[in-house]
């Protein structure tokens, strides 16, 4: 694909400006995907839409990355175990309180199955390792257990061992128990007892006995076998190559002017694809730009908010100060608010401010969704903090002023990475899941 001309993607008269334009990037194509198990991806759409895994048994995956909202939850930073209801009409009750935001904003799912994402979560602090005896690098070494099929299966520990995301808090439930009391794996831990859940229902024992051979022939049903099957569902569901970008790349039908002039921008002047480079628009690396910082920050719990430094929370290195995982672009049109904390909710003004940088942050004004909780004062904390603000600036540096109409045509160019088919999701919400619990849809 690379050399194809501009004037495939669109207008003709492109064409003669594709001097300063970068090539563009390959197509998308089977290759770059893992082969995906239908019968174990189908095993995996029930627990990640049963609330089941969540300690309270009131909380499932989905909550927080549903279709309706493009496998994010709609919201700046959400909330997680002890609310109710989806996206922005989320809302707590007098009763099992969230004590704070989910510090960073929801990221999407499209195309977490590609052997590219090595890398997950907005600092990265997962990463596919070969040197290491799990094939990982996290946070919880000490913990860390074989049998991750995948970095996209070993994603699915971080969540359910969370208080504020899906374990729930102290003493309210087993599951909480034995994440505060330090217990993972190995007998008794939150792990199994996950796992002991699952195994407890018929349905989800003869799901995983007839997708794997071992556990039908009496091996005992382990976290990873839910981990494992919940990643084959996100890599069948939210695989994502059908946009009309992907069909432009492929020289099935041009993109339309406005797109291509967009294309043009993005990768040429406006430097975008500096970052957001390769056939998913990721270089998976990390960068500050001085997306504004809303909630609690990822702090330790006993702060009640700090400075977000990103990248170097997981390096521990300065020059890591304030960057953040560059995040794919796919069907980013439908997966706002946008930035690692949702600081904003307007697609144009993300793009406008993003490219300042600096002063895109210095001139920041609140477009944060957020639902109402009793510590929302420290939404503001960081924002508010004329130091903390600098510091975050001086971080990302100088960017470039773009006009309005620069700004137009670049949203034009991201709605064509907007691909129907992948958001709707091939097995889409199930009626019912095996636990009888609710599911949101």
């Not at 500096?274 to 702090?299: I, N, R, V, W, Y």
């Amino acid at each position: 694909m690379r050399g194809r001309t501009w004037a495939w993607l669109g207008a003709a008269w492109l064409a003669a400006t594709t001097a300063a334009a970068q090539d563009l990037p390959r197509a998308v194509t089977d290759a770059d995907y893992a082969p995906v198990n239908r019968a174990e991806a189908e095993l995996g759409q029930l627990l990640f839409f049963d609330p089941i895994l969540a300690g309270n048994r009131n909380i499932s995956c989905a909550t927080c990355h549903h279709p309706r909202f493009a496998t994010s939850d709609g919201l700046s930073l959400g909330l997680g175990e002890g609310a109710i209801g989806l996206g922005p009409d989320r809302h707590v009750t007098d009763t099992n309180i969230p004590e704070q935001h989910i510090p960073r904003n929801s990221p999407a799912l499209f195309n977490l199955g590609a052997a590219e994402f090595t890398r997950l979560f907005h600092d990265g602090r997962i990463e596919a390792d070969p040197s290491r005896p799990s094939g990982l690098r996290t946070p919880m070494e000490d913990e860390m257990v074989t049998g991750f099929v995948s970095i996209l299966s070993a994603q699915t520990m971080f969540p359910v061992l969370s208080p504020d995301e899906m374990a729930g808090h102290y003493s309210e439930n087993e599951i909480a128990k034995a994440v505060r009391s330090g217990r993972i794996t190995g007998e008794g831990g939150a792990w199994d007892r996950i796992a002991a859940r699952v195994a407890e229902i018929p349905a989800y024992q003869a799901g995983f006995e007839s997708v794997y051979p071992d556990i039908a022939a009496g091996r005992a049903l382990d976290f990873t076998d839910i981990s494992n099957a919940i990643a084959a569902f996100v890599a069948f569901e939210w695989r994502s190559d059908t946009s009309p970008f992907d069909a432009a790349l492929r020289g099935e039908t041009p993109l339309s002017p406005a797109a291509a002039a967009g294309a043009e921008l993005f990768y040429g002047a406006a430097g975008c694809a500096e970052c957001h480079s390769g056939p998913f628009l990721t270089d998976h690396q990390f960068h500050a730009m001085a997306a504004p910082q809303l909630g609690p920050g990822k702090a330790e719990r006993f702060e009640s908010h700090s400075r977000d430094e990103g990248r170097a929370r997981v390096t521990n290195r300065a020059e890591d100060r304030f960057a953040f995982r560059t995040p794919s672009l796919r069907n980013v049109a439908r997966t706002g608010p946008w930035g690692h904390a949702g600081g904003h909710r307007d697609l144009a003004s993300f793009v406008t401010d993003h490219a300042a940088r600096a002063e895109g942050l210095a001139r920041y004004q609140s477009q944060a969704l957020l639902p109402e909780l009793s510590v929302s004062k420290y939404v503001w904390a960081i924002l508010n903090d004329a130091a903390a603000r600098a510091e975050i600036a001086a971080a990302a540096g100088p960017g470039i002023a773009l006009s309005a109409d620069e700004v137009s045509a670049i949203v034009a160019f991201l709605e064509s990475l907007t691909d129907p088919e992948a958001i709707a999701g091939r097995l889409g919400i199930p009626e019912s899941v095996p636990s009888g619990l609710p599911v949101e849809r």
